[in-house]
């Protein structure tokens, strides 16, 4: 009789331990990985550019991180310490997914990752007609005085955010560091604006 509550015990242990190796695996694979795109292995399955494409599909990114962030949920973890790590790891993977939705973070990401800050040396790259058209940009902003004209205004900047994408892109397709660092300066300012005009609206 005894023999046989131990073995249950047994049993039940080792079903409890098996249990959790899955939880264990999860974890043990995030707290290696330091690299926003590694984190989405579904969305970049190559670990992101130049092996995936720059351009993010955002609806699997989406779905991914629904279903990474349901895993992550802190009550999943069974002891208090892998709870605060599930803890951690969610606000890892808010970080990184807001970051991979928005091209330029997601640009910037990718050259810090080779060693190059794009934005260091931003005023001494920035050309004086893209210079111009940012100005410009800015004053048709404070002048605008109808929905229309601001909708105007942010449809021929959502255009620009597009080209320096299709540009970043191509350059990190050729893996062409300097074409991508100097994108990363003119989206930075499309990007502002696009803010400004968001807080026009």
């Known amino acids: 009789m005894f023999g046989a509550l ?3 015990r ?3 242990g080792a079903a409890h331990r098996a249990s ?3 939880m264990a695996k999860f974890l043990r694979h995030y707290s290696t990985t330091n690299s926003y795109f590694s984190l989405f292995p579904k969305s970049f399955p190559q670990g992101g550019p130049p092996k995936d494409p ?3 599909d955002k609806s699997t990114l989406k779905r991914e991180y629904l279903e990474l962030q ?3 949920h802190p009550d999943r973890g069974s002891t208090a310490e892998e709870s605060e790590k599930l803890s951690n790891l969610s606000s890892q993977l808010s970080v990184a997914y807001k970051a991979l939705l928005d091209p330029l973070r997601r640009a910037e ?6 060693g190059i800050d794009a934005l260091a040396e931003k005023d001494s790259l920035t050309e004086e007609d893209l210079l111009m058209d940012v100005l410009m940009a800015r004053e048709a902003i404070a002048e605008a005085e109808s929905e229309e004209e601001l909708s105007s205004i942010k449809q021929e900047n959502n ?3 597009l080209e320096s994408e299709n540009i970043l892109e191509e350059a990190f397709n050729k ?3 300097e074409t991508a660092r100097s994108e990363v300066v003119k989206l930075s300012y499309w990007m502002s604006i696009k803010k400004q005009l968001d807080e026009a609206a």
């Open 6 to 8: 131990r073995a249950t």
């Open 54 to 56: 720059f351009k993010v």
């Open 109 to 114: 990401n990718i050259l810090l990752s080779r």
């Open 70 to 72: 349901n895993k992550a």
């Open 175 to 177: 893996d062409d560091l």
């Open 20 to 22: 959790l190796r899955p």
């Open 159 to 161: 255009i620009r955010i």
């Open 10 to 12: 047994i049993g039940a």
